[in-house]
Structure formats: C-alpha cells, structure tokens
C-alpha cells in the first residue's frame, strides 16, 4: 500500500495504479474501497492496538461523513469523481494477522466499509469534500 495526497480515478482502471480497479467483467463492483475514519478508529479501539488505516488495505479514508450503507447510492468526491456504493467491504481473514479481533471489530454496521464503482473519473485529492449525491 502507497499512501498518496492525490491520484486520478477512471472509470475503466478505478484508482490509477490500484490493480483491482482495472478488473474486468464489468460492471466490477470492487473498483475503489472506503473506510470511515471513526470506524477504523472505534476497531482499533476495541482490539487495543494503533495500526494504520492502510493495513486495512483500503483505497480511501473519508473524514466527516457516514458513508451510505444502501447499494446504488452515490457519492461526489472533489468537484468531479462520483462513485457508487455496490456493497459492504468484508473484512477477510488478513485482519486477525493485523491484531487479533480485528475482523470481528470490522464486522458490524459497515465498519469494514464500502466498496464502489467509478461512475465518473476524475482527480480528488487529500482533504477535497465528499458528499451524497440526491438520487
């Protein structure tokens, strides 16, 4: 995992250099991965450990708002990037070689966080907005 203050988002390749976003069978449900940064943080307060959101191996780590838990919900990150919500990242089995516990802490309510496809691409950067998008 590369941490990174900026990076583009296609709709063919998800997050540039992120092989998962360039899966095919499209649509792949699994482009671009979220977390909320209060659910990482309730986790790893409940395994007793400080690890980085990175371990998590997710794309994106949103600050200030809860991500949907509906399927087909959409968000705006930046003035450009929508993505839309396709189902709950399940924590797997990695987590309990992080802390013990982990996967069960990830487990409930979405903590785990979102998985999405890129409707529209774009670049986002660090600290750009996030907000839903209205149906």
């Known amino acids: 995992m590369e941490l990174v203050d ?11 250099g992120d092989f998962r ?5 499209q649509p792949y449900k699994r482009q671009v991965t979220l977390i909320e940064r209060a659910d990482w943080e309730a986790a790893m307060a409940a395994v007793g450990h400080t690890i980085g959101w990175q371990e998590r191996r997710a794309n994106l780590l949103v600050d200030g ?19 839309q919500i396709t189902r709950e ?23 785990g966080g979102a998985c999405a496809m890129v409707i529209h691409g774009g670049h986002i950067a660090a600290g750009d907005a996030i907000r839903i998008e209205e149906s």
């Open 65 to 83: 708002i809860d991500l949907p838990q509906v399927p087909g919900a959409r968000l705006r990150i930046g003035a450009d990037v929508i993505l």
């Open 6 to 16: 900026q990076v583009e988002v296609t709709v063919d390749g998800g997050i540039h």
């Open 89 to 111: 990242c399940d924590p797997c089995e990695r987590m309990e070689a992080l802390a013990s516990g982990l996967r069960t802490a990830l487990t409930p309510d979405w903590r």
């Open 21 to 25: 976003g360039a899966m095919r069978g």
